[in-house]
C-alpha cells in the first residue's frame, strides 16, 4: 500500500506562489508515474499535472501550463507542485496521486489507484 501527504497549501494573493509537496510513505513510488488534480467547491475534480516515473515527460493542463512546474525527487519519494502566478480560479483543494498499475489516460482519474487527503490552496483577489 502506499499513502501520500500533501502539504505547502495556503493563502496566497493573486499573482503569488505556493509550493506544494506530496510525501509517498510504505512503498517507493519511483516506479510509478504520478499527477495533481484539484477540486473547487462545485465542481468536479480535474487533471493538473503529470509526470512520468524517472521525471522525464510532465504533462499540464492548458489552464495551469506555463504557470504550474510538476518535479519529483525518488530518492526522497516525494512529489512536488511549483505554482506561480497563482489566480482566483486556481483555488481548490489539492491532491497527489500515483497511477500504480491502474490503465486510463494520464489525465483522467481513473487512471490512477492512490490519492491523498488532499491540501486546500486559495488565492485571494
Known amino acids: 500500500q502506499v499513502q501520500l501527504v500533501e502539504s505547502g497549501g495556503g493563502l496566497v494573493q493573486a499573482g503569488g506562489s505556493l509550493r506544494l509537496s506530496c510525501a509517498a510513505s510504505?512503498?517507493?513510488?519511483?516506479?510509478?508515474?504520478m499527477g495533481w488534480f484539484r477540486q473547487a467547491p462545485g465542481k468536479e475534480r480535474e487533471f493538473v499535472a503529470a509526470i512520468s516515473r524517472s521525471g522525464g515527460n510532465t504533462y499540464y493542463a492548458d489552464s495551469v501550463k506555463g504557470r504550474f512546474t510538476i518535479s519529483r525527487d525518488n530518492a526522497k519519494n516525494t512529489m512536488y507542485l511549483q505554482m506561480n502566478s497563482l489566480k482566483p480560479e486556481d483555488t481548490a483543494v489539492y491532491t497527489c496521486a500515483v497511477r500504480g498499475s491502474a490503465s486510463g489516460l494520464y489525465y483522467t482519474v481513473s487512471a490512477y489507484d492512490y490519492w491523498g487527503q488532499g491540501t486546500q490552496v486559495t488565492v485571494s483577489s
Open positions: 510504505g512503498r517507493t513510488f519511483s516506479g510509478y508515474a
